[in-house]
């Protein structure tokens, strides 16, 4: 398994969990999964073991669209912190 993403509803929340690898074909599956949903969501990474640069961007660029991100480690914390 290169990457599951599963979507929930969370009482009045939309919650998007992403575990395993998010890199290559994986980004556009999170894409497919992401993009149809209206209005702010939160985006568990808990998890997550790995994105790329490609994969990084992509949450970067979701989270600025005003989402929520929960249970991202430390380290890919401090990755999506570091912009390029």
Do not use: N
């Amino acid at each position: 398994m290169e990457i599951r993403i599963d979507i929930t509803a969370e009482g009045t929340e939309t919650v998007v969990h992403v575990a395993g690898r998010l890199s290559g074909r994986a980004v556009a599956q999170f894409r497919q999964a992401c993009d149809p949903i209206k209005g702010a969501f939160v985006l568990d990474l808990s998890d997550l073991l790995f994105a790329d640069a490609t994969g990084l961007e992509v949450i970067r660029m979701t989270v600025e669209k005003g989402v929520e991100v929960r249970g991202a480690s430390p380290f890919v914390r401090l990755l999506l912190e570091d912009a390029p």
